[in-house]
């Protein structure tokens, strides 16, 4: 499948030491796999003048206090806080351009960020999306793209996980419900 590099962007979602690096808070395996497959998508959209967008997932220490009810300290435990080591792009990813850093505080990278405007200001329409955890920061991102009229493709050979059995599930979701899912092989720029 073709992409006009002009009116696609890959978005990253998440590629962090706290989530990719064996040290990290929320080490997941599969999150480390994908880092590479990340990267080759990013040099083959960049080669090609695709946008590249990359999320953070950032905390603070007291960002959950006062929750009512979402709280993802108490769900995950303390991750990938403001400032710290965990909270950095992995280091293949460090020296790679990027066109926009989107930080988040939620699952869902265009809750309360500039990203929805950004993509608008620059003709946005398709988005490649990769990067972990497929069933939580990855599925929301792309079900929030899609109700906002972009074509979220999901790179099902780029995305980490816990189990394999959410990677499928999410998947199969995105598929079926709002969006859609191709390997990297499949994926062509023209």
Same mark, same amino acid.
């Given at each position: %499948?073709?992409?006009?590099?002009?009116?696609?962007?890959?978005?990253?979602?998440? %590629?962090?030491?706290?989530?990719?690096?064996?040290?990290?808070?929320?080490?997941?395996?599969?999150?480390?796999?994908?880092?590479?497959?990340?990267?080759?998508?990013?040099?083959?959209?960049?080669? %090609?003048?695709?946008?590249?967008?990359?999320?953070?997932?950032?905390?603070?220490?007291?960002?959950?206090?006062?929750?009512?009810?979402?709280?993802?300290?108490?769900?995950?435990?303390?991750?990938?806080?403001?400032?710290?080591?965990?909270?950095?792009?992995?280091?293949?990813?460090?020296?790679?351009?990027?066109?926009?850093?989107?930080?988040?505080?939620?699952?869902?990278?265009?809750?309360?960020?500039?990203?929805?405007?950004?993509?608008?200001?620059?003709?946005?329409?398709?988005?490649?999306?990769?990067?972990?955890?497929?069933?939580?920061?990855?599925?929301?991102?792309?079900?929030?793209?899609?109700?906002?009229?972009?074509?979220?493709?999901?790179?099902?050979?780029?995305?980490?996980?816990?189990?394999?059995?959410?990677?499928?599930?999410?998947?199969?979701?995105?598929?079926?419900?709002?969006?859609?899912? %191709?390997?990297?092989?499949?994926?062509?720029?023209?």
């Amino acid at each position: %499948m073709e992409f006009d590099p002009d009116t696609t962007a890959v978005v990253v979602v998440d %590629m962090q030491n706290g989530f990719c690096h064996q040290e990290g808070s929320l080490y997941a395996p599969a999150s480390e796999d994908a880092i590479d497959p990340c990267v080759e998508l990013i040099d083959r959209a960049g080669e %090609m003048g695709a946008s590249v967008v990359y999320t953070r997932d950032v905390h603070t220490d007291e960002q959950f206090e006062d929750a009512h009810y979402y709280d993802e300290f108490d769900r995950w435990g303390e991750h990938v806080l403001e400032g710290t080591w965990d909270a950095e792009l992995v280091a293949k990813l460090k020296s790679r351009d990027a066109d926009l850093i989107v930080e988040k505080h939620t699952y869902d990278a265009f809750h309360e960020t500039q990203l929805d405007g950004w993509l608008t200001a620059h003709g946005i329409d398709d988005l490649l999306i990769c990067g972990t955890l497929a069933n939580v920061c990855v599925l929301h991102t792309a079900g929030s793209a899609g109700l906002r009229d972009y074509r979220p493709l999901l790179v099902e050979d780029a995305v980490g996980y816990l189990e394999e059995d959410h990677r499928e599930y999410a998947l199969e979701h995105a598929d079926w419900l709002f969006g859609e899912v %191709m390997d990297r092989e499949s994926i062509a720029f023209a």
